[in-house]
């Protein structure tokens, strides 16, 4: 990512450009770069495709990137040729996903950028400068700018010449035991913060979201990105062995099976707690947020909609079609 930017400006003054007017869910069935540019942004302009130019630099209103979690929106933008999106805020997900692809993104709440007109970024400094105007924009931290591969590379440097390195969690190796969405998302931000984070999955064709297709194309890349993987047969006493060898060095265990899974495994609290210094477990998605009478069941966004009643708030018409409509 380069640290002055210079493009011509499209300005979309519009708030709320989610993620289906970026690139259409119809589109984001594949990951091919070259298809998800052609159609980027033709549902709120069709002309834009045809008239991006490399380096151009995108500018809308408050929470761009809303919607769908999906890396395609950012990708699409890239692939197109924006080397930068500037709005006066953005969706979290969409900014996060966003710098994990390299597209640079800037919050500016207030400016006067014009249509057509060049528009200068600095992104070490937060600095946008157009027709003669400076603007001072959020700066982001310099950790999210370095480039990844040199980053990675000066941490491997800093740890073998027993320097500490910059993130909080650095040093700590987390063992993962999780599915859905919840408990990826607790290892997710651990390995963010600078943890090992080793997922154990099934063998012997992996964690099933590794085959997703249409929507969820980009689920496992982007719930494990960080982590490292390892396949074992839980079932198998060699494989509980294995683990049991990992948790000797391990800090963190965390796991989001069904009630009772890990203890018939043998691999439940009371079974590890014993030989070896008790990781700091943390159970995902296992205490209810209120008193149920059944606390052993497992619990899925799905499920738990429908025990208070939400969908029958929502109408007939919303359980017919399959959910809640948030």
């Known amino acids: 990512m380069s640290h002055i930017l210079?493009?011509?400006?499209?300005?979309?003054?519009?708030?709320?450009?989610?993620?289906?007017?970026?690139?259409?869910?119809?589109?984001?069935?594949?990951?091919?770069l070259t298809h998800l540019a052609g159609?980027?942004?033709e549902d709120l302009d069709p002309t834009f495709s045809q008239r991006v130019q490399p380096g151009d630099i995108l500018v809308a209103g408050r929470n761009f990137g809303c919607g769908s979690s999906r890396e395609q929106a950012p990708l699409a933008l890239k692939a197109a040729g924006v080397s930068a999106v500037i709005a006066h805020s953005f969706a979290r997900i969409f900014f996060r996903n966003a710098i994990n692809i390299g597209l640079l993104v800037i919050e500016l709440p207030d400016h006067a950028l014009k249509n057509g007109a060049q528009v200068t970024i600095d992104s070490?400094?937060?600095?946008?400068?157009?027709?003669?105007?400076?603007?001072?924009?959020?700066?982001?931290?310099?950790?999210?700018?370095?480039?990844?591969q040199r980053r990675r590379a000066d941490q491997l440097s800093q740890s073998r010449r027993g320097l500490p390195m910059n993130r909080p969690l650095t040093g700590l190796r987390v063992l993962e035991f999780t599915h859905a969405v919840l408990g990826p998302t607790t290892g997710l931000i651990l390995s963010d913060l600078g943890a090992e984070v080793i997922r154990v999955e099934p063998v012997p064709g992996g964690d099933?979201?590794?085959?997703?297709?249409?929507?969820?194309?980009?689920?496992?890349?982007?719930?494990?990105?960080?982590?490292?993987s390892i396949g074992v047969n839980l079932k198998d006493v060699r494989g509980r062995d294995l683990i049991t060898h990992l948790l000797h060095t391990t800090d963190?265990?965390?796991?989001?099976?069904?009630?009772?899974?890990?203890e018939r495994l043998h691999l439940g609290y009371d079974d590890l707690s014993h030989p070896l210094s008790p990781p700091h477990l943390l159970p995902a998605q296992r205490v209810p947020a209120w008193p149920l009478p059944d606390p052993h069941r497992p619990g899925r966004s799905g499920a738990n909609d429908e025990r208070p009643g939400l969908h029958d708030r929502a109408g007939r018409s919303a359980i017919a079609g399959g959910g809640f409509r948030h």
């Open 6 to 32: 210079t493009g011509t400006a499209h300005v979309y003054p519009i708030d709320n450009i989610d993620t289906d007017r970026i690139i259409p869910g119809k589109y984001t069935k594949t990951l091919d």
């Open 208 to 228: 099933p979201t590794r085959t997703l297709k249409g929507f969820g194309l980009g689920y496992f890349p982007f719930f494990n990105r960080n982590k490292k």
């Open 124 to 148: 070490v400094n937060g600095l946008v400068e157009s027709e003669g105007v400076t603007y001072q924009a959020t700066k982001m931290p310099q950790v999210m700018l370095t480039n990844p």
């Open 39 to 41: 159609h980027v942004l």
């Open 252 to 262: 963190i265990l965390i796991e989001n099976y069904a009630p009772g899974t890990m």
